[in-house]
């Protein structure tokens, strides 16, 4: 996008990929609206979801459909419904539901096993309107961690720039530059529970303490404002317990 300055037109700061990316996006969100509601209103069948959202995954974001893309894809006897290619290589699972079922834990958990098999960290669960966006952290030994990270819906009120703004990441070309896990990561700096562990530790209790104390002259112990915070400031479920 380029805008027209006093000296002439104003080159974007994005690079032409971007630009290319989300203009691609843009057009694909007007275009399959139409056909989205259609299906939804005479509630198509999965395979009827699963032809547009092909589609919209190569109209709108950039996949080659015999490259980028496997339907059907094998996972130690069972399929996943799409495995998604950069460079040959796997980078994430598609489970698909028909498009006017919501979706639900169950269908999380089912492509989460696939995921977890296969070493993955992404995986998308669509029912060709509303795409859920999971990152899925596996370390032997531990629990599986999955977290939503994005909740875009095609037919969605919000404007089109916040659904281009969030589908971008989706996108052939950011996902081959690995954008999304730069986003997760964000997510995960300025997360509730890492933000309360910032809070609660010595560097913000030791400043918050002579804070105190050059406001009132009173010079509590960092243990004191560690337990106000965890009683009275923060939530319970982000509570950290004293070593």
């Known amino acids: 996008m380029t805008d027209q300055g006093v000296d002439g037109p104003k080159v974007s700061a994005r690079p032409k990929w971007e630009e ?8 694909g ?7 989205l509601r259609e299906i939804v209103d005479r509630d198509a069948n999965e395979g009827d979801t699963r032809l547009i ?22 996972v130690r006897g069972e399929f996943a419904d799409y495995g998604i290619r950069i460079d040959k ?21 089912q492509v989460e096993t696939y995921a977890v098999k296969e070493g993955l960290q992404w995986i998308l669960l669509t029912n060709g309107h509303v795409w859920q966006v999971y990152h899925v952290y596996a370390k032997t ?16 009120d919000e404007p089109t720039s916040r659904k281009i703004d969030g589908f971008f990441y989706l996108h052939r070309s950011a996902m081959k530059r690995e954008l999304i896990d730069d986003l997760w990561k964000r997510k995960v700096a300025t997360a509730p529970r ?6 609660l530790g010595d560097p913000v209790l030791d400043t918050i303490r002579k804070e105190i104390r050059r406001a009132s002259k009173y010079n509590p112990e960092p243990s004191e404002i560690a337990k106000i ?15």
């Open 229 to 243: 915070l965890r009683n009275e400031v923060l939530r319970p479920e982000l509570a950290i317990d004293d070593d």
């Open 141 to 156: 030994g531990q629990q599986v961690s999955t977290n939503l990270v994005l909740e875009l819906d095609l037919l969605g």
């Open 194 to 199: 890492s933000l309360a562990e910032i809070l």
């Open 53 to 74: 959202i092909t589609d919209f995954l190569c109209d709108a974001l950039g996949y080659d459909k015999f490259d980028d893309l496997t339907t059907e894809f094998a």
């Open 89 to 109: 290589q796997l980078v994430a699972f598609i489970e698909v539901k028909r498009a006017t079922q919501q979706l639900n834990v169950r269908h999380l958990r």
């Open 29 to 35: 969100i007007r275009r399959y609206a139409k056909p």
């Open 20 to 27: 290319d990316a989300r203009a691609s996006i843009r057009t």
